[in-house]
């Protein structure tokens, strides 16, 4: 069964820094593409960055360029996103997904950005 856990959310204030992880089990991070997204209180999901089964091909939305970082450990098939110089545009339910059809999703970590 393809299980996906995020954590690492939390609080903190503008230009902070949270570590967000995402355990996979069920499949291993080196056969699949993975995305993070992020869902803000009364919007849609928004995808915010991706990376390909092999470490190459990451991308980043515009909005996060430059202060977000993804990377993956295949060993312990852990999917992680560094989340600097936050902002409190930045705070929503953040999760990390398969890139698959369909995808499948974790339950979500909550980052709040808030002085």
């Known amino acids: 069964e393809i299980q996906l856990v995020e954590s690492g959310g939390g609080m903190v204030q503008p230009g902070g820094s949270l570590r967000l992880s995402c355990a996979a089990s069920?499949?291993?991070?080196?056969?699949?593409?993975m995305s993070w997204a992020r869902q803000a209180p009364g919007k849609g999901p928004e995808w915010v960055s991706s990376i390909k089964f092999n470490g190459g091909g990451i991308e980043y939305e515009d909005s996060v360029k430059g202060r977000f970082t993804i990377w993956k450990d295949d060993l312990s098939n852990i999917l992680y996103l560094q989340m600097d110089n936050l902002k409190p545009e930045d705070t929503a339910v953040y999760y990390c997904?398969?890139?698959?059809?369909?995808?499948?999703w974790g339950q979500g970590t909550q980052v709040t950005v808030s002085s």
């Open positions: 997904n398969t890139d698959t059809r369909p995808p499948y």
């Open positions: 069920g499949f291993s991070l080196s056969h699949y593409d």
